[in-house]
């Protein structure tokens, strides 16, 4: 049968695969079989031309009906031959890698044959020189960790990840143990390939701790491999974090997402390295300013252990660290967000981590550090950048939302210092131009989409004010301080954005909103708890007022799409 004939049943065949797999009827897999077999023992350089389209159709196949090939045990090694004869290849890595990782995830028991396994180390030990995309690489280990993973003999389990990583381990050893930063001086072209080598060696540590987590997760951490390998990896990863290599960003990214998952996959084990890993992002993210990957990670470990009390003040140094970095510090208008918007991002996520986490006590010291943050989140929302503004949006919802938890709670026993104080200080202090930036992130074309959180920030305001107007801190917030701000921020706004009349239509009727919403957002959570999981960052505006609120909001927003952008300054 001619090769296009071929090519074209192979790839009918993989078109209709879904509704063949749905209907679940015999279907004869021989010829498929036989095909697999002809070219797995046919040599690499003979796949020339036509012959590779063939092959990556094969791949497409295999990959597809995975559950159904791979059940018969004697296709195993024609498979993986097959597969791996394939994936140096340009025109089939990607569809062989895919298989591979199918067929690895759907007969983990048939492919931990010693010969298999073999077929499968041997696949790993070539990656280094078949220089893969990225992707490809990782559909590749995540298919040698699936089964590696499954290898009921500890022993061998330990020494084949071991031989799988030694090669990232070892150029990883290299580069932070030799001189190779003066070298790379004299070689820049040299240096720049031990650099992509380290990033991909660390790319696939994170990729098999990250599957390990997931395949082992019955397993406790003590007991399984996870352990042994941060043993051996943790000191290469701290020595490269000291290192000036890290001003490459490629290879900072690869090793802080190595560091995330080490980190999440190793649980509480992971505690008694802290001091030195928020150390090493704190300084690092000083030096190299913009590389956010660090503050990521920082969020990722804070979202971890920023509940344990005892490593409560490590976050909140490192916390201050990146407030006052320079990069952060100079953000005073929604255009500079717009300039590094993956570094808003990154900020106030970990800001969020930390105040959905940290101890109240803690939060209740660190009144400036949280007001320069929420003014920072308050200039951020009106960002032209979705991701950056909404990030800052939630934040701000946020805080809103737990400082009204902690005000609640200590309406009757309110102490210098706390929580709750200083929520109403820094409302009382950014109120002002947090109800400006509002109005305006509600202008323009990307304005509906943010439709949602700033009436939930509204009403939160209104609820904070609300309960202010019945304690002493009515001194510092009151209601009057709302109304004030609104009418403040709407008669800001310049005369052609609004028609005749609307700017006293806007802050009589918000007003009236806002009084109902207020009492409506206390009510509710007074009523369920407010202290339970599930009643904070709640998703829907609370009660009929609220709901009445958003209507006005959105409204505003719609009929105002059209209106040019302001740069808030």
């Known amino acids: 049968m001619p090769l296009r004939e071929i090519e074209a049943k192979l790839f009918a065949l993989n078109a209709v695969s879904e509704i063949i797999l749905q209907e679940g009827e015999a279907f004869d897999f021989s010829l498929i079989a036989q095909l697999v077999s002809a070219f797995s023992v046919r040599p690499s350089s003979e796949l020339k031309g036509f012959l590779c389209v063939v092959y990556r159709s094969l791949a497409d196949v295999v990959g597809s009906f995975s559950r159904w090939i791979s059940v018969s045990p004697s296709n195993a090694r024609p498979l993986l031959l097959f597969l791996a004869g394939g994936i140096s290849e340009p025109i089939c890595t990607h569809a062989c890698a895919s298989a591979l ?75 932070v143990d030799d001189d190779v930063e003066s070298s790379g001086r004299q070689n820049p072209a040299a240096y720049t390939r031990m650099l992509s080598s380290v990033t991909r060696g660390l790319y696939r540590i994170g990729t098999v701790l990250s599957h390990l987590a997931t395949s082992l997760s019955s397993v406790p951490v003590a007991d399984g491999p996870i352990l042994s390998l941060l043993t051996v990896f943790w000191p290469i990863l701290e020595k490269l974090f000291r290192s000036e290599h890290m001003e490459s960003g490629s290879l900072a990214a690869a090793a802080c997402r190595a560091l995330s998952v080490a980190v999440q996959s190793s649980g509480e084990h992971f505690m008694l390295l802290l001091p030195s890993v928020l150390e090493c992002l704190s300084r690092n993210f000083l030096s190299f300013q913009s590389q956010e990957c ?123 210092g706390s929580f709750s104080v200083v929520s109403v200080q820094v409302v009382s202090h950014c109120g002002e131009g947090l109800l400006s930036n509002l109005v305006y992130a509600l202008l323009g074309v990307a304005a509906m989409s943010r439709v949602h959180k700033c009436s939930t920030i509204l009403q939160q305001l209104a609820a904070i004010c609300s309960l202010c107007e019945r304690t002493s801190w009515k001194e510092i ?92 300054i």
Not at 310 to 326: M, N
Not at 354 to 378: P, V
Request: charged share 20%.
């Open 101 to 175: 990782r199918k067929i690895c995830e759907d007969a983990p028991a048939v492919i931990q044959e010693t010969s298999n396994l073999d077929i499968l180390m041997w696949i790993g030990e070539c990656l280094e020189q078949w220089n893969l995309a990225l992707e490809d690489e990782e559909e590749v280990i995540s298919a040698i960790t699936v089964i590696l993973g499954s290898v009921a003999n500890k022993e061998l389990q330990n020494k084949l990840l071991t031989q799988l990583l030694s090669s990232s381990y070892g150029v990883l050893s290299t580069l």
């Open 477 to 568: 917030l009151c209601w009057e301080s709302l109304q004030g701000w609104l009418n403040s921020a709407v008669w800001a706004l310049p005369s052609e954005y609004l028609k005749q009349g609307e700017a006293e239509k806007i802050v009589r009727e918000w007003s009236e909103a806002l009084g109902g919403a207020g009492i409506d957002y206390l009510e509710n959570k007074s009523s369920c708890n407010f202290g339970s999981h599930n009643s904070l960052g709640g998703g829907h505006m609370q009660g009929k007022h609220g709901r009445a609120l958003k209507r006005l909001v959105r409204d505003f927003a719609d009929s105002h799409r059209n209106d040019p952008n302001l740069n808030i």
């Open 294 to 416: 660090y503050i990521r990670t920082a969020c990722v470990i804070a979202e971890e252990f920023c509940h344990k009390e005892e490593y409560g003040s490590l976050f909140i140094t490192t916390f201050e660290r990146f407030t006052q970095a320079s990069s952060l510090m100079g953000i005073n208008s929604s255009y500079i967000c717009d300039q590094e918007p993956d570094l808003v991002e990154a900020y106030v996520n970990f800001a969020s981590a930390l105040i959905h986490g940290c101890h109240k006590e803690l939060l209740g010291t660190c009144g400036t550090l949280l007001e320069i943050s929420f003014q920072k989140a308050a200039i951020c929302c009106t960002a032209m950048h979705r991701g950056a503004a909404l990030a800052a949006l939630s934040y701000l919802s946020g805080f809103l939302e737990v400082s009204l938890f902690s005000m609640i709670e200590s309406v009757n026993c309110k102490s210098e």
